[in-house]
Structures are given as structure tokens and as C-alpha cells.
């Protein structure tokens, strides 16, 4: 994007192409023809609002959404040419093992890689949001800049669902999501409880939660002989609730207090996507949650961008300023590609939680 600085105020920055486009149009005609709106020349008019533009923008780059969590949740890689329609990468298990040798040993194991090829696919993610005459006259007339909260929306919305790709990804567009049945992430069978014969820990104590923790790390070391570590937990943001509120019998610890002291390479985080009732992002939620037989979803997994990672070969990106029908449209989009996953066995889902 080039921009036009005047060197005694870099405040006032503005993107060329938007002034260009708006200096295309008739709107700078029809604002510096009113002698209310006090422009000296048409392009004065043009230079004015491609600044209000430019500070629009840049706020929308700037805003963040803390509710959306897959891009903090999980690494983000911007490796794939955002001109790509799809990629291939490989999927790998490791093969073998070392012994023990002897002196001048000829008969070194063999260790490698399995690797199995596959192809993800790059989707475009667009909306725009725009200004008409009479908005831009207004802001000029009564010293007032342009409402960025239009902006604010386009960002919003690009983001929110660039989250729910991450998540639960989209067959029939072929973009995997973290959540997503066909991903071979290997999937942990949560045990009942033994009073209420539900798997949710909500409805569990604190000595039956803390076997299913146990149970999930034990199979991850098991199944891959220690080779995948992981040090991060996701659960439902509910389930982080009652686990932060519940003390432990006879104690004034917590349970969720009590996994973090004795878990301390383990992260626990709290993420409303993965709760029962979140049904944009999490594909074994319902509208009524639990109640409704919607289920949450806990996800152990090593924050590894070599291992898995959220891939996004174009971030959220405005294009300059296009003229129509008496309104100045600003476009938006981003290319998304889900999930990369690199070794499922580095990461587990437990449904049910």
C-alpha cells in the first residue's frame, strides 16, 4: 500500500490509490462545489477523505477479538502462496527404534519416517463496507470523522469466521478444522462416572476427572513412546468454571488448582468454542447444549507450529477505495486453509467433557 507523508504531519497519511479512485469519481465534483464544504479544489476534497480512509483502516488492522481464540489458541503460519489454490504437505508417524550395540556393530536399526501425502485447498473470505456522498458531506460539514465502526464490522467478520474454519474446518469447501472428523486426530473414550454413568466432568468428582486427565497423557505416551509431549489442555470455558469453583473434599484446593500444581508442564485454558452449546465451531455441540445432548470437547496438544498449525496465506487485507453508484466501497478479504496438521499423535480430542 503506498502512502503520501507530509513530513511535518505524518498524522495525516493517506493512501494514494484511495485518493486516486476518489479523484476518478464525481464525488470530489460534487463535495468542493458547495461552498459550505470549504475544499479549495477537487483534489483537496479527494486528499481529505482518502486520510479519513487510511484512519479507518488502520484501526481495523489494529482491533482484535479476545472471543476468537483458535489464533491464540494454536500457532499460525502464513507459509502457502496466498495466490495458491491448494498445497501439499505430508502427515508423518515415526518408524523404529535404537538398541543396544556392540563394538563394530554392522546391524544398526533403521529409524525413518512414514509420511503420507495430502492436499489442502485455499478458500477466499471477503465482505466490504463503504460510504456514501451525503456521509462524507456530513463528516466534512460537521467536523466529524467517518463512523469506523463500519470497518470494525468487516474485520469482525472475516475474523469470526476464519475462526470457525479453524475449529471445525468446512467439507464441502475441503478445509480441515481442528475439530473436524476426517483429520486423524485420534479421538480419547472418556469412562462414565460411576454414580451419574455420564462422561461430562461436570458431573463427575474430582478423583474421576483426574483419572481421565491421566488417561489421555498415559495414551498419548503410550501411542507414540514418549515422543509427543504435549503442554497444552483446551477445555470448554463452562467446564473451566466449575473446575476453578469446586473444591476438593475436605479441602480448599481446587480441582482445576490441583491439576495445575501437579501438571505444571500442562497448560490449562479455558475456550468457549469448545463447550457444549458453541455449535459454530465445535461439530458435537447443540443449540441447547448438554441438556440438548450437545457435548463438550476437551483437546490435549503440543503448541508446536511443526506439528500442527493454523494456516492463513493471506491476513486480513482492505483494498483501496472503488467508486459506485454515489458511494465509496472499501473491499475486504483474507485466504484461509484451516489446519495444517503435520503429526495428528501430537494432539487428542476427548468428547464428552
Request: aromatic share 6%; proline share 4%; charged share 30%.
Given at each position: 500500500?503506498?502512502?503520501?507523508?507530509?513530513?511535518?504531519?505524518?498524522?495525516?497519511?493517506?493512501?494514494?490509490?484511495?485518493?486516486?479512485?476518489?479523484?476518478?469519481?464525481?464525488?470530489?465534483?460534487?463535495?468542493?462545489?458547495?461552498?459550505?464544504?470549504?475544499?479549495?479544489?477537487?483534489?483537496?476534497?479527494?486528499?481529505?477523505f482518502a486520510r479519513e480512509l487510511d484512519h479507518i483502516k488502520g484501526k481495523a488492522y489494529d482491533k482484535r477479538y479476545p472471543e476468537f481464540t483458535a489464533l491464540q489458541m494454536f500457532p499460525v503460519t502464513h507459509e502457502v502462496p496466498e495466490g495458491a489454490e491448494s498445497f501439499t504437505y505430508y502427515g508423518y508417524e515415526r518408524t523404529g527404534m535404537a538398541k543396544i550395540i556392540t563394538n563394530y556393530a554392522t546391524d544398526l536399526p533403521r529409524v525413518d519416517i512414514r509420511g503420507e501425502q495430502k492436499t489442502g485447498y485455499v478458500k477466499g473470505v471477503g465482505d466490504s463496507y463503504g460510504?456514501?456522498?451525503?456521509?462524507?458531506?456530513?463528516?466534512?460539514?460537521?467536523?466529524?470523522?467517518?463512523?469506523?465502526?463500519?470497518?470494525?464490522?468487516?474485520?469482525?467478520?472475516?475474523?469470526?469466521?476464519?475462526n470457525t474454519l479453524i475449529w471445525m474446518g468446512d467439507k464441502s469447501h475441503k478445509l480441515l478444522g481442528v475439530l473436524s472428523e476426517d483429520n486423524d486426530i485420534p479421538v480419547?473414550?472418556?469412562?462414565?462416572?460411576?454414580?451419574?454413568?455420564?462422561?461430562?466432568?461436570?458431573?463427575?468428582?474430582?478423583?474421576?476427572?483426574?483419572?481421565?486427565?491421566?488417561?489421555?497423557?498415559?495414551?498419548?505416551?503410550?501411542?507414540?513412546?514418549?515422543?509427543?509431549?504435549?503442554?497444552?489442555?483446551?477445555?470448554p470455558s463452562d467446564v473451566y468454571i466449575s473446575l476453578s469453583l469446586r473444591r476438593i473434599e475436605g479441602t480448599n484446593v481446587s480441582v482445576l488448582?490441583?491439576?495445575?500444581?501437579?501438571?505444571?508442564?500442562?497448560?490449562?485454558?479455558?475456550?468457549?468454542?469448545?463447550?457444549?452449546?458453541s455449535i459454530e465451531t465445535n461439530p458435537y455441540a447443540k443449540s441447547g447444549g448438554a441438556a440438548a445432548g450437545g457435548q463438550g470437547v476437551g483437546i490435549l496438544y503440543k503448541y508446536d507450529a511443526d506439528k500442527l498449525a493454523a494456516e492463513i496465506p493471506l491476513p486480513f487485507l482492505q483494498h483501496p477505495a472503488q467508486y459506485k453508484n454515489l458511494e465509496v466501497e472499501i473491499m475486504c478479504e483474507s485466504r484461509v486453509a484451516g489446519v495444517?496438521?503435520?503429526?495428528?499423535?501430537?494432539?487428542?480430542?476427548?468428547?464428552?467433557?
Open positions: 500500500m503506498k502512502k503520501r507523508y507530509d513530513a511535518e504531519k505524518p498524522s495525516e497519511a493517506y493512501d494514494i490509490a484511495d485518493a486516486r479512485a476518489l479523484m476518478a469519481s464525481n464525488i470530489p465534483a460534487m463535495l468542493s462545489g458547495s461552498p459550505a464544504m470549504r475544499f479549495d479544489s477537487e483534489e483537496d476534497a479527494s486528499v481529505f460510504y456514501n456522498v451525503q456521509e462524507m458531506r456530513a463528516s466534512r460539514m460537521v467536523g466529524k470523522s467517518l463512523d469506523a465502526r463500519r470497518a470494525d464490522s468487516a474485520r469482525y467478520h472475516i475474523d469470526r469466521l476464519t480419547y473414550a472418556l469412562t462414565a462416572g460411576a454414580s451419574t454413568k455420564k462422561t461430562s466432568w461436570a458431573e463427575k468428582d474430582a478423583d474421576e476427572i483426574v483419572d481421565d486427565v491421566k488417561g489421555m497423557l498415559t495414551q498419548m505416551e503410550s501411542s507414540t513412546h514418549g515422543v509427543e509431549k504435549p503442554d497444552r489442555l483446551g477445555i488448582k490441583y491439576l495445575q500444581d501437579n501438571l505444571p508442564g500442562l497448560k490449562i485454558v479455558e475456550c468457549h468454542e469448545l463447550n457444549a452449546n495444517v496438521i503435520y503429526y495428528p499423535m501430537s494432539a487428542m480430542i476427548a468428547v464428552g467433557i
